[in-house]
């Protein structure tokens, strides 16, 4: 079962554009069998939705086993130290070609980290990854796409560091098999949404 955490992000007029910006960020945490994986850990203030959400699964801190990163975007590994400092003993996981703030394990593509295979989707960052939780068919795609005003939607292009290689992982996430689409921004999809998305320019 994914669990989706929730926190709101506001960018004033002139950061990201002329108007002000709200959008949501989402982080997620999975049981397994001896734990729970935390996947990307929101905004600054972010330790203290995820200390709620691990109380309401029945969990706590000493349960978080392993934390994976989508890529290294500041919405997305905002409370990164306070996480490490309140799960010591997680390991923490990140794709090869992105550069953090703490040491990170590499996640190989292909690897699987407590159920959740990792698959490289180069191209909102160089070492962007995507999650494919196997027993909930569900895949986290990270940046790759979001939901807006009720539709998903690539990535802006500001934030994108390469749209050709990211549309080319778009193409190749919609080959593979799962039901749910979990975007890191606005609400749950579905792989049909992918693929009606990869046919539009
Ligand atoms: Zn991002």
Redesign the pocket.
């Known amino acids: 079962m994914i669990h989706s955490i929730v926190a709101d992000v506001h960018l004033p007029a002139g950061m990201a554009g002329p108007e002000e910006m709200t959008f949501d960020v989402r982080c997620f945490l999975l049981s397994h069998a001896s734990g729970v994986t935390l996947v990307d850990t929101a905004l600054n203030n972010g330790a203290e939705l995820i200390t709620q959400k691990l109380a309401e699964i029945g969990a706590d801190w000493g349960d978080v086993t392993d934390v994976i990163l989508t ?1 290294n ?1 500041p ?2 590994i905002g409370c990164l130290h306070e996480v490490t400092a309140r799960a010591p003993g997680a390991s923490i996981w990140a794709g090869v070609h992105d550069i953090f703030p703490v040491a990170v394990k590499g996640a190989e593509d292909g690897a699987t980290i407590r159920g959740l295979r990792v698959i490289a989707t180069p191209g ?1 960052t160089a070492g962007h990854l995507s999650l494919l939780a196997t027993d909930d068919h569900a895949l986290l795609a990270g ?1 790759l796409v979001g939901t807006r005003n009720g539709s998903l939607t690539r ?1 802006p292009e500001q ?1 994108t560091a390469d749209p050709v290689e990211a549309e080319r992982s778009l193409h190749m996430l919609s080959t593979i098999d799962f039901h749910d689409l979990y975007p890191s921004h606005g609400a749950p999809s579905h792989r049909q949404a992918l693929q009606d998305l990869i046919r539009q320019p």
């Open positions: 890529h975007h919405d997305h909102h940046d990535a934030f």
